[in-house]
């Protein structure tokens, strides 16, 4: 079992900056894929950043550009830097670990509980 606690999240003005964090309850992100998440209101959860045990990233054309994910594997924890933000940004993210992104979102991973974060002057 792991737990994982995104923390970070919070009010910011359009083209502002915040770095989210997603802790492991053990040493894990060395040997799984780790993604980004976020679900906005009415819409359907996307995945927005994610990077490999590998260390292989990945992101969304939305956020290209703009967000960027790290891993600090000596901390058990994985970062989403996030600049240039929009009020499109806005929704509540969540991280999540699995052997591969095709396995989280079949089911077999752990998900962080979320965390908001809202994008409005």
């Known amino acids: 079992q792991v737990q994982l606690v995104e923390s970070g999240g919070g009010l910011v003005q359009p083209g502002g900056s915040l770095r989210l964090s997603c802790a492991a309850s053990?040493?894990?992100?060395?040997?799984?894929?780790v993604g980004w998440y976020r679900q906005a209101p009415g819409k359907q959860r996307e995945l927005v950043a994610a990077?490999?045990?590998?260390?292989?990233?990945t992101n969304a054309e939305s956020v290209k550009g703009r967000f960027a994910i790290s891993r600090d594997n000596a901390k058990n924890t994985v970062y989403l830097q996030m600049n240039s933000l929009k009020p499109e940004d806005t929704a509540v993210y969540y991280c999540a670990t699995g052997s591969t992104i095709v396995a989280i979102e079949r089911g077999a991973g752990y998900w962080g509980q979320g965390i908001q974060v809202t994008v409005s002057s």
């Open positions: 053990r040493s894990i992100f060395g040997i799984n894929t």
């Open positions: 990077i490999t045990s590998g260390g292989i990233t």
